[in-house]
């Protein structure tokens, strides 16, 4: 979890199931190679579960384990963290 782009890719799958043109338009400027290297690192530690349907074209969609969901409160704390500093950023 040392990098932005899992934090942000952790981020917007706690909020739901996300196709990987969804979650690459989500996080943001992040390329395609990136995006694939980081799901599978994340999949691989048993954070992300990648589904793949047998429908033609093929449907993948990813979505965070159990294991993957307890990273939730600490999202929430720095979130919370984050939201405060802008604030006092702003005040200077």
């Known amino acids: 979890m040392g990098d932005r782009w899992k934090m942000l890719i952790v981020r917007d799958l ?9 979650l690459q338009r989500s996080v943001g ?3 395609q190679k990136v995006l694939t290297q980081h799901l599978r690192a994340l999949e691989e ?9 047998a429908e033609v074209p093929p449907r993948v969609e990813y979505s965070l384990t159990e294991l993957g969901r307890t990273l939730k409160p600490i999202h929430d ?5 984050g939201n ?3 604030k006092e950023i702003s005040k200077a």
């Open 14 to 22: 706690l909020e739901r199931t996300m196709r990987f043109g969804e």
């Open 29 to 31: 400027h992040i390329s």
């Open 45 to 53: 530690s048993g954070l992300v579960h990648r589904e793949v349907y």
């Open 77 to 81: 704390t720095m979130a919370a963290w």
């Open 84 to 86: 405060l500093y802008k």
